[in-house]
């Protein structure tokens, strides 16, 4: 839309940072045609946008007077930013609620996982479900059944692969590591699926985005590819010589950006609405063979979408500085497909703007990874509390910065200077930001802030939200420390205080690396222990200790994990997406929605790159 009168225009002061200037017809405004305007780089972050409908007639709002993304108060809610309702689906949403509301699978996940069959329609399948539900769960199961195929039969297993997986890590022959990584390392002939080449499965009759590559699946419930998970099997599918395996799990991520100018959740359509942890140009700077001629700008794409509209937040130091720091946030607000009777029944008391508020803070939850954890609850342990909207996240901002250094790291090697420019400078501008936002000098750790409702719909608003009230998340989180394997710390000796605090947290138990020191009964909290987090944890500390000492933090981390995930595989021959903590006996961890799962993608992925790196010696003993 085009405002019906120019906005003021911008002073002309310079704004702080690199500068950018262009000129253009009317730039200034109406009255002084042709003047030059000067402008801060954020404009690649989204803080600024395009008016007008002609070339002569363009001209830009400042953030704090956007209003592309919010109308006046009392015309737009939360709930209006979803593109359309329920875009990710491709059946009736009469038909979804019928099913999921009706406890015909235990699973909510499994029926949006069930291909259509090719002879029937999605007409026929609605009309005999719901002629089904008087006569309860069973009757409806057997309607679905009728006309769907079983979850997860439009997935085949790869014809071959392009070698014999194998670590080659020089362990000696006949150890526990040598055995183990091997068995490891065929595990990804289990793991690695196609779309089945069934004609009758097609886009319109299945939920599975139509990915170009073979996807590496979790395993159980997980019948796709995660964004997240993505990061750790490529780097390990390639560590174990299957390179071109690797590589297409990457490209199947730069083509869903491609495609759908994001990378959603997991490939899926019904998660469409909202990404996961940007890590695919971190994992790119690692994997140069796995890059496109079109991946820096598909790069820029997903920084885009990744920090523009309702996920920048503006911050006033105290001082009077203004920084830009990001927040999860998924572009619906609607009960999500795959877990529909869970959201519906958790909002069942509220009312329909509690509602979408609610149902967007939770699949917010899930655009972290987290999901979920008491780190997004207000009260600390109830789930219907859940308020990840009004966060600012320490491992988000710093994953951001990993991926503008990483993009920067791309770009120069492809020879495009002028964006390794502008992203060595937003890479600082964020290690500025998250230093002086999100560091705690009392704690000597970083810690999410949590804005107050006020300070919130101000940031709905683009305005700026001031540093000084901003609260401290309570408790202890290994995301706290995300920052160490992002290269964010803004001194040595800062990296050293946060190390120094990451060894009193408590976090460190018997069997590896809890998530959180707070017991909510959700998944990602204690006593749970999770492979990535493991993983960057590990690396992040090693970069800052003596690698010469068998007792520094990073190798502790690393040998409580493996013993404890190797005790569950020698024990049962199976591998867990995570671990209880307590005990290094193997146990599987707990809580959240669904079980435990076994399989699993990461989890084979994190021991096989710590045992490259040369964790785990001490099994062999």
Known sequence: ?????????????????????????????????????????????????????????????????????????????????????????????????????????????????????????????????????????????????????????????????????????????????????????????????????????????????????????????????????????????????????????????????????????????????????????AALEKMPHARESD?????????????????????????????????YWSDTAEARPESFREDTELAQDLSDNEKHKLWRNISSACASGWDFSSRWMQNGFDLKSTCTTRVIPVDLNAFLLKMECAIATIATEAGNESTYSTFSHLAEQRRHAIDKVLWSKKQKRWQDRIMSEQDFELSLRGQPIKRKNLNCADGIFASDFVPLWCKAEASPEQALYAIESLEKSGLLEEGGLVASNRSSGQQWDFP???????????????????????????????????????????????????????KDCGIAGSGGEYSVQVGFGWTNAVVLLLLRDGYGRELDD
Not at 296 to 318: D, H, I, M
Request: hydrophobic fraction near 35%; aromatic fraction near 8%; include cysteine.
């Open 1 to 281: 839309r085009s405002p019906s009168k120019p906005t003021r225009r911008a002073s002309a002061t310079p704004a702080r940072g690199r500068l950018n200037q262009r000129t253009n017809a009317c730039s200034a405004g109406k009255r002084n045609p042709g003047a030059t305007r000067t402008w801060h780089e954020g404009e690649l972050a989204g803080s600024w946008r395009w008016w007008g409908k002609c070339a002569d007639r363009r001209w830009r709002t400042r953030p704090g007077r956007r209003r592309s993304h919010v109308q006046a108060p009392g015309k737009r809610t939360m709930r209006d930013d979803s593109e359309k309702q329920m875009p990710m689906l491709w059946i009736p949403k009469q038909l979804l609620e019928a099913v999921q509301c009706s406890g015909a699978f235990e699973d909510c996940k499994t029926f949006v996982d069930m291909p259509l069959q090719g002879q029937t329609s999605v007409e026929a399948a609605t009309d005999d479900v719901l002629q089904a539900i008087p006569d309860g769960a069973e009757a409806v199961r057997a309607a679905v059944l009728r006309h769907f195929d079983e979850a997860g039969s439009d997935l085949d297993q790869p014809l071959s692969l392009s070698s014999h997986p194998r670590l080659d890590a020089g362990f000696p022959p006949g150890s526990v590591r040598c055995k183990w990584s091997q068995w490891l390392a065929e595990s990804w002939t289990q793991l690695l699926r196609v779309r089945t080449q069934d004609q009758m499965y097609s886009s319109r009759t299945s939920s599975l985005l139509p990915l170009p590559y073979p996807m590496v699946i979790p395993a159980g419930r997980f019948r796709e590819s995660y964004y997240w998970d993505s990061y750790w099997c490529a780097l390990a599918l390639d560590a174990c010589g299957l390179h071109a395996e690797g590589a297409g799990a990457l490209r199947n991520l730069l083509w869903t950006i491609r495609n759908y100018g994001i990378v959603p959740n997991g490939t899926r359509k019904y998660y469409m609405g909202r990404s996961q942890p940007p890590l695919l140009a």
């Open 295 to 327: 991946t820096v700008q598909l790069l820029l794409k997903e920084y885009k979408s990744a920090t523009s509209g309702y996920r920048a937040v503006r911050v006033v130091l105290e001082g009077g500085e203004m920084v830009t720091l990001q927040r």
């Open 528 to 582: 749970n222990v999770w492979p990535p987090l493991v993983h960057m944890l590990v690396e992040g500390v090693a970069k800052h200790v003596d690698p010469d000492n068998p007792r520094s933090l990073d190798k502790q981390m690393a040998t409580a994990f493996l013993q404890n995930a190797w005790q569950g595989w020698n024990s049962t021959g199976s591998m867990y997406e995570k671990y209880n903590g307590c």
